[in-house]
């Protein structure tokens, strides 16, 4: 659960952005973020740009300050000319009134305006870069697929009306069905939105319970990549003010097992931590004993520090490329920007397929067949425009089910990994805790003990002791383990979990591979 249980503040930038993409019906991305300030950039696929404030209060992330732009613009030698003679003035201004204190920050402001003038061409070429990633693939309003849809849509919906029973009778159509409907629901907007209204009241307010869950379930593969691809182009700017980096950064000289214990922690809260290069350490640290440290710390111990943290987190980091390649299908050492919902096209995609198959012959499923096959590549915000139609064509409620969730779930792993628990707690069940039964329990023990140990033969330990790590972190060889009896904790946790595995199907081979169940 270690990705499940992520800091997710990209994660509802992410959010953010789609937001802003259904509603001014162009495709954005997160484009910059710089955390220190609680400032976030939006590029757009036609070069225009969004820069605000962002900050979560309650179960609301809240867009100030809101700026529109395009990059052209936005690039100009006049306008980066105009920024920095603004910001000489306020320093000089600040100097005539004796204000040394605002002329210090102004001062400060200045260098880091000449900075960016100066990198100008490389700021350009990230623009250029982050462009290319909008390709065709999160084109489908303008594909000739998409107008024959649209004009074939009265028929289908005259289809489905006859054929009511027997399509909603099929799993496949029925699922997407209630996804479609449930992934409108999470992006409707009470008014409408647009550019004027953004320029004009300069903030947007984003409802994170709002169906937060359903769209990190259908586009986690996305959301992990492009978060990856965040903290991979500028860790110190999305994650310079995690708290357990803050606290980590106290550390320099602790003793090895305090140092790993916060090492564990930031990676609880940043699994992206153990990808961090030795630049992106130095920088951050660096940053943090500049603006924060009342002591002297020299170069070398900062260059001491990070070498440690990254020798100690090569294991953690070989783990999370195996995690990340399995469970969520993301190749780290090619790592591609993804649109969001290009999952979500490829339900629709079995959605508009099994419809063509309950069709006789004829234009209508020709229309539907040559749909399905685009959708599959595709991705982007206007995949929303099809589930529109979708609603549209079926004209019902129908709900996305519990049981659908089991498709977005890796159930094998699921299931072996609740059955060793099991395993295990059947061992601590039946430990000696002073019972009048205690010798006939203890002689039952190591049969389980056996069990027990075959799923601790494969994960974590080994790869840390290649590193030369000598002490585990998190180490309870001094644990007292104090259960037993038949209506002990552990015995209602046996049953629940019992429950669970029979209701997952056990190691049902069975199982479709595909993560939807295609």
Same mark, same amino acid.
């Given at each position: 659960?270690?990705?499940?249980?992520r800091?997710?503040n990209?994660?509802?930038?992410?959010k953010?952005a789609?937001y802003i993409s259904?509603c001014?019906?162009?495709n954005?991305?997160?484009?910059?973020?710089?955390?220190?300030?609680n400032?976030?950039?939006?590029?757009?696929?036609n070069?225009?740009?969004i820069?605000?404030n962002?900050?979560?209060?309650?179960?609301?992330?809240?867009?100030t300050?809101?700026e529109? %732009?395009?990059?052209?613009?936005?690039?100009?030698v006049?306008?980066?000319d105009g920024v920095?003679a603004?910001?000489?003035?306020?320093?000089?201004?600040d100097l005539?009134?004796?204000?040394?204190?605002?002329a210090?920050?102004?001062f400060?402001?200045?260098?880091?305006?000449?900075?960016?003038?100066?990198?100008l %061409?490389?700021?350009?070429y990230?623009? &250029?870069?982050? $462009? *290319?990633?909008?390709?065709?693939?999160?084109?489908?309003n303008e594909?000739?697929e998409?107008?024959?849809?649209? &004009?074939?849509?009265?028929?289908?919906?005259?289809?489905?009306?006859?054929?009511?029973?027997?399509?909603?009778g099929?799993? %496949?159509?029925?699922?997407?069905?209630g996804?479609?409907?449930?992934?409108?629901?999470v992006?409707?907007?009470?008014q409408e939105?647009d550019k004027?209204y953004?320029?004009n009241?300069k903030s947007?307010?984003i409802?994170?319970?709002?169906?937060?869950?359903?769209? @990190?379930?259908v586009c $986690?593969q996305e959301l992990?990549?492009?978060?990856?691809?965040e903290?991979?182009?500028?860790?110190?700017?999305?994650?310079?003010t995690?708290e357990?980096? $803050?606290?980590?950064?106290?550390c320099?000289?602790?003793?090895?097992?305090?140092l $790993?214990?916060?090492?564990?922690?930031v990676?609880?809260?940043?699994p992206?931590?153990s990808?961090?290069?030795?630049?992106?350490?130095n920088?951050v640290?660096?940053?943090?004993?500049?603006?924060?440290?009342t002591d002297?710390i020299l170069?070398? *111990?900062?260059?001491a520090?990070?070498?440690?943290?990254?020798?100690?987190?090569?294991?953690?980091?070989?783990?999370l490329?195996?995690?990340?390649?399995?469970k969520?299908?993301?190749?780290v050492a090619n790592?591609?920007?993804v649109?969001?919902?290009?999952?979500?096209?490829?339900?629709?995609?079995v959605?508009f397929?099994?419809?063509?198959?309950?069709?006789? @012959?004829?234009?209508?499923?020709d229309?539907?067949?040559?749909f399905?096959?685009?959708l599959?590549?595709?991705g982007?915000?206007?995949?929303l425009?099809?589930?529109d139609i979708?609603?549209?064509?079926?004209?019902t409620?129908?709900e996305?089910e519990?049981?659908?969730?089991?498709k977005?779930?890796d159930?094998?792993r699921l299931?072996k990994?609740?059955g060793?628990?099991?395993?295990?707690?059947?061992?601590?069940?039946?430990?000696?805790?002073?019972?009048?039964?205690?010798?006939?329990? @203890?002689?039952m023990?190591p049969?389980?003990e056996?069990?027990?140990?075959?799923?601790?033969?494969?994960?974590?330990?080994?790869?840390a002791?290649?590193?030369?790590?000598?002490?585990?972190?998190?180490d309870?060889?001094?644990?007292?383990v104090?259960?037993?009896? *038949?209506?002990?904790?552990?015995?209602?946790i046996m049953?629940d979990?019992?429950?669970?595995?029979?209701?997952l199907?056990? @190691?049902?081979?069975?199982?479709?591979?595909?993560q939807?169940?295609?």
């Amino acid at each position: 659960m270690l990705l499940e249980n992520r800091n997710k503040n990209l994660t509802n930038l992410h959010k953010a952005a789609d937001y802003i993409s259904r509603c001014l019906r162009e495709n954005y991305k997160v484009f910059s973020v710089e955390s220190t300030e609680n400032k976030v950039q939006f590029l757009s696929e036609n070069n225009n740009l969004i820069t605000c404030n962002y900050g979560v209060k309650d179960t609301t992330l809240n867009l100030t300050n809101l700026e529109m %732009d395009t990059v052209d613009n936005y690039l100009s030698v006049d306008r980066v000319d105009g920024v920095v003679a603004e910001g000489i003035s306020s320093f000089v201004n600040d100097l005539r009134e004796n204000r040394f204190d605002k002329a210090d920050t102004s001062f400060s402001d200045v260098l880091n305006l000449f900075e960016s003038r100066n990198n100008l %061409d490389t700021l350009r070429y990230k623009f &250029e870069k982050h $462009q *290319d990633s909008f390709t065709t693939n999160t084109s489908i309003n303008e594909t000739s697929e998409f107008k024959k849809m649209q &004009e074939a849509k009265e028929n289908l919906k005259a289809f489905v009306v006859e054929n009511k029973e027997e399509i909603l009778g099929n799993e %496949d159509i029925a699922n997407s069905i209630g996804i479609a409907n449930a992934m409108s629901k999470v992006f409707e907007t009470a008014q409408e939105i647009d550019k004027e209204y953004l320029e004009n009241n300069k903030s947007l307010a984003i409802d994170l319970t709002e169906g937060n869950n359903l769209y @990190e379930m259908v586009c $986690q593969q996305e959301l992990m990549r492009q978060e990856l691809i965040e903290s991979k182009e500028d860790f110190s700017g999305a994650w310079m003010t995690s708290e357990s980096l $803050q606290k980590l950064s106290s550390c320099i000289f602790s003793d090895e097992k305090t140092l $790993q214990e916060s090492i564990a922690a930031v990676i609880e809260e940043v699994p992206y931590f153990s990808f961090a290069t030795k630049s992106d350490l130095n920088e951050v640290f660096t940053s943090i004993y500049e603006v924060n440290s009342t002591d002297t710390i020299l170069k070398k *111990d900062v260059k001491a520090f990070v070498s440690k943290i990254y020798e100690a987190k090569k294991p953690v980091k070989e783990k999370l490329v195996e995690l990340l390649s399995e469970k969520y299908g993301v190749n780290v050492a090619n790592l591609k920007f993804v649109p969001t919902f290009s999952n979500l096209a490829k339900t629709q995609s079995v959605f508009f397929e099994v419809l063509s198959m309950c069709m006789e @012959e004829g234009i209508l499923q020709d229309v539907t067949s040559d749909f399905s096959k685009m959708l599959k590549g595709k991705g982007g915000v206007e995949v929303l425009d099809v589930n529109d139609i979708i609603k549209e064509c079926t004209d019902t409620e129908t709900e996305l089910e519990e049981n659908m969730l089991i498709k977005y779930v890796d159930v094998p792993r699921l299931t072996k990994d609740l059955g060793s628990v099991i395993d295990v707690l059947g061992t601590l069940t039946y430990t000696d805790v002073d019972s009048d039964e205690g010798d006939a329990k @203890e002689e039952m023990a190591p049969e389980k003990e056996e069990e027990a140990e075959a799923p601790m033969e494969e994960p974590m330990e080994e790869p840390a002791k290649e590193e030369g790590e000598d002490e585990p972190v998190g180490d309870d060889a001094d644990t007292e383990v104090g259960m037993g009896g *038949d209506n002990s904790p552990v015995e209602k946790i046996m049953a629940d979990l019992n429950k669970m595995l029979g209701a997952l199907g056990g @190691e049902d081979k069975d199982m479709p591979e595909d993560q939807y169940g295609a």
